[in-house]
Each structure stands twice: as C-alpha cells, then as structure tokens.
C-alpha cells in the first residue's frame, strides 16, 4: 500500500510522529568547548551516553541504547580503519558524519519497511586551538549540521533552540575554564529537561481538549526553577560528563571525569546532596 | 567486529594483508632475495620503579648501513613498548596495527585490554608473520615490556619468529648485538653486589649505555653512542605513570661521565 507516492508521503509522516515520542523522556545532552577543551555533559541510568570515537572525538547520543551501541560500532569501525589505512589526522568528524552516518540513519529512517534508529547523535571533534573545535548534530532522519563553540540535544528542536540560547549569553568558549564552563553546561541541561517535562505536561493536558495550542510551549525559565529541577532531576540521574583535553599527554585526549571531580568543581550539586 | 573488539579481524574483513612475502623469495630453503633492512641490539631492564627499555639507532641492509636515527623503541599506548629486532617494514606495521588494535578495543569494549591481552596479540601478528618471517623475507624478535597495573609491577617479554613469549625475570635482550650483552647483564645481575631490579633510574640507565656501546663494539650492525654527530640510543622509562622517554641530554651527560671516560 505504500507503493502510492501519497502513501509513503504518509508513512513517513507518522514514523516522524512517532519517532519524536521517542524522545520525550530523553536526557539532553550539551557539549562547549573551553580554553583547555571541550566537554560533553549528560545524565544516564547506569548505561553511558558519552563515548570515546578517536583521538580527538567523542560522541553522544540520545535514544534507544541499542541503536546507539550498533552506530557507535559503525563510526568505531570506520575511524580505525581510516586512521591505520590512513593517518590519524585524516580520521575527522565531517567525514564520519556527512559521509558515514547520515547516509545510513536517513536510509533506515526512509526504508519504511523496516525500522528507523532511534537515535540523535551529537559529534565534538577538539582542535588544536578553541576557534578550530567541531561540532556536529545527526537528527534520526539523517539531518546533519555542524557548529563551532557548542551544540546540544534535546527532544524537539524549540528545546536545542532554548538551550543553544542559553548557553551563548552565558559563556564565552575563548575564554572560559572547565570549572566556568561545567556550570553553565549543567544548567543548560537542566534547562533542557525542565523545558522537556513541561512540553510533556502541555501535550497530556491539551491532548485531552484536542487543541494544541504552540503558545503553550515556553522557552523562558527563571534560575531558581532551573536549579531546581537540576537538584531534582539529579535524584535519580547520575551526572555524565566527559572532556576532550587539549592538554592531554600522548595522542588520546578524551577523559572521563568521575562523580568525585564534578562535585569537586560544581560546589552548587554539593547543595543538592546536602 | 566490534562486538568482540578486535581491530586486527576487523582489518582482514576489508581486505587488508599483513604478510608480507612473496613466493619468489626463499623458495629453494635459501635465501634468495636481496638483503634486507635489519640489524640491532634492543634491551628491556626491570629496575627499582618499573623497566627500562632501550635501542640503537642504527638500520643496516647487508654490509650498508641503511639509517642511523632509526627509532626502534616504539610506544604502543601508555603503558607498554615494543622494541624491534629485525626488519622494519614489518616490525612498525606490526606496532602501529597493535597500537590500533588496543586504542579500537579500548574504546569499543570501554574497558582497556588486559596486560596478558596485549602480549597475546602480538604473539598472534608474529604467528600471522610466520610464513614470512620462514622465507626471510619479514623476520620480527620483539621485546615487549610493560607496566601491568592490574599486579602493580613492570613487566619484560622476548620472542621468538614464530610468537612464542617468554617472560624475562629480570631483563630481556634481542637482535645481532644481544649475545654480547646477555651475558653480561646475567653477570651484573647476579655478582655486581646489586640486582638490576634494585638499582636506581640513573645506575640502570649507566649500566644499558654501557652495554650498547660493547654490543656496538662487537656487533657491526649496532649504532652504538655516536658523539661527534649527538646520537644517542632510545631509552624510555615505564613506571605506574606510564612511558616516559629519557631525554638525550641526560643520556649525553651521563655518558660523558660514566661511560666515554673508561672507554
């Protein structure tokens, strides 16, 4: 039935529908970079969403666990072998993106007989110096685009647009240290779910008068409710954070900060365990 | 491949050859082929905080002397170091695919590969090399050395053409000028009044620049300390910080104090 143009027009209209329910319990994820560095911040149940793909890469995600494990292993593979065939200056993250896993999270988004990944990736790619860090964001239709400073995910592209906002008023890459830089980060994340479980809220209540109404998503939230749903966001979460370290000895500069160091340069979470 | 971390399967899938040999080559049990780049002393030391391993410089091809700042101690991650003994060609694809293999495994598994993980995959390149390494064409003595964090201690291993590893006690040697310095260091080690896995960084830097330069006296395909041109050997340092390499100056100071002078 969905040999009809109109049809498959159709399909992949409710797989779109569907796919964005996906993410609505989702964990948003923020990466900016900083003088040192860049890093990558989200929460997790125990299974990670930040990996380590090269030397200078590090990719998360957000969606079903499984989907991101099969694409994690794809971009393994290809920057591995690119980098041994190759040289590990050539394995970059326009190339794993644009020509690795766009081409195949759009084609598994449109095969309609099959199922689509449900996934959003987010790519940073640390250079030299902060004015050369990458970024780079794969929707699960295959939309790619690519930032400098910082990118985020987030459910909907309002919430990324919300976040992005936010964390541009409040850090300056060229300038920033780890220490100045985590904070925002965390309340960018904080800002994302706050902004995720109140587009949640609307939608039950509205889908009980039938009415969506667009103004009912609000993108403005004030500090106070923004470290508030971090301590309680935090509850049951565990803060995932990672940093590609320009300063790091040897070729690998990706390195996982541990519970002990985040709390150690958050002073604001030692509040929320109090 | 991925699911079982292993880079090297992976390489295999796309068509990619290790071996390098040609059935031209060594075909009448004899070797028939041009000579080759090769030649070497290589040496692994446990001392006080880890293990020292060091090399000449020096690549020779027959009577030629091919290169003198080849770099024979190779790092493979932060922990461990290949020294080569043998030809290069191989022996740096060798260490740049296992250098690969525990970065992919690493990274894909999300825990690192395991001391004994690491000197079962050489074994296995040095299997895969084997028919090579019988025609003459690619013949690899490695000595591998480590830090094994898991048992908090260095660790030294030598190996034959074929893959099989043997744990040295307390030092291991490889390459033309090794039988010179083999017996030496077996005296050092047992009658100088200290073992080697006691004495300080400096002593056992002293003690290999001494051995390299009799290995250079015995043995024309190793480099030896040339003074005059400032080329010393390798020598790098693995501790629980990770591998270190000893800086030339040092190696240049000490050698003018302790060993040009009895020379």
């Known amino acids: 039935m969905y040999d009809e143009p109109y049809r498959w027009v159709e399909a992949v209209g409710n797989r779109r529908q569907y796919l964005d329910d996906q993410f609505r319990q989702g964990s948003p994820l923020v990466a900016v970079s900083y003088v040192d560095g860049i890093v990558l911040l989200t929460t997790s149940h125990g299974t990670p969403k930040l990996y380590e793909i090269y030397d200078r890469i590090a990719l998360g995600g957000m969606g079903h666990p499984a989907d991101l494990e099969k694409l994690r292993f794809a971009i393994l593979d290809m920057a591995h072998t690119e980098g041994f065939q190759r040289s590990p200056g050539d394995v970059t993250g326009a190339r794993l993106i644009k020509y690795g896993l766009a081409p195949a999270i759009k084609q598994a988004f449109e095969e309609i007989y099959k199922a689509p990944y449900i996934t959003k990736l987010l790519l940073a790619e640390l250079g030299n110096l902060p004015n050369q860090d990458r970024f780079f964001t794969i929707d699960y239709d295959g939309t790619f685009e690519e930032h400098d400073d910082m990118a985020v995910l987030g459910a909907a592209s309002h919430i990324e647009d919300t976040m992005r906002a936010y964390l541009k008023t409040h850090v300056t890459p060229s300038a920033a240290t780890l220490q100045a830089v985590l904070e925002v980060a965390v309340r960018t994340w904080a800002l994302g779910a706050l902004s995720q479980s109140h ?64 709390l150690s340069l958050l002073p604001l979470l030692n509040k929320t365990t109090n | 491949m991925a699911f079982q971390g292993d880079f090297f399967q992976l390489l295999k899938e796309q068509g990619y050859q290790f071996e390098l040999t040609s059935p031209k080559f060594g075909e009448n049990g004899h070797a028939s082929h041009p000579p080759l780049t090769q030649g070497t002393t290589v040496l692994a030391v446990k001392y006080r905080d880890g293990v020292l391993v060091a090399g000449d410089r020096r690549a020779t091809a027959g009577n030629m002397v091919m290169y003198d700042r080849t770099d024979k101690v190779l790092e493979i991650d932060r922990y461990c170091v290949m020294a080569i003994a043998g030809v290069p060609a191989t022996a740096f694809e060798m260490a740049r695919v296992l250098e690969h293999s525990f970065k992919y495994y690493r990274r894909s598994q999300l825990q690192d590969l395991s001391f004994e993980g690491k000197l079962r995959a050489l074994s296995k390149l040095l299997k895969e090399n084997a028919p090579a390494a019988l025609a003459g064409t690619g013949a690899v003595v490695p000595v591998f050395a480590g830090y094994d964090l898991q048992q908090g201690c260095g660790k030294v291993y030598f190996h034959d053409i074929l893959g099989a590893e043997f744990e040295g006690v307390d030092h291991a040697v490889s390459g033309s000028g090794s039988p010179t310095i083999r017996g030496i260091l077996h005296y050092i080690n047992r009658w100088s009044g200290q073992p080697l896995a006691r004495l300080p960084e400096e002593e056992a830097t002293i003690i290999i ?3 390299l330069t009799s290995a250079a006296e015995f043995d024309s395909a190793t480099g030896g300390v040339n003074v005059e041109a400032n080329l010393y050997p390798t020598v790098k340092r693995i501790t629980e910080k990770g591998v270190e390499t000893i800086p030339a100056d040092h190696l240049k100071t000490l050698y003018a104090s302790k060993v040009a002078q009895y020379v």
């Open chain 1, 199 to 262: 587009d949640n809220e609307q939608s039950e209540s509205s889908s009980s008068d039938s009415k969506e109404t667009e103004s009912n998503k609000k993108d403005s939230f004030s500090e106070e409710q923004i470290l508030e749903h971090l301590q309680t966001g935090l509850k049951e979460k565990t803060l995932e954070c990672v940093v590609l370290d320009r300063q790091a000895p040897g070729s690998s500069k990706y390195r996982t900060i541990n519970q002990q160091e985040i």
């Open chain 2, 209 to 211: 620049l001494r051995l």
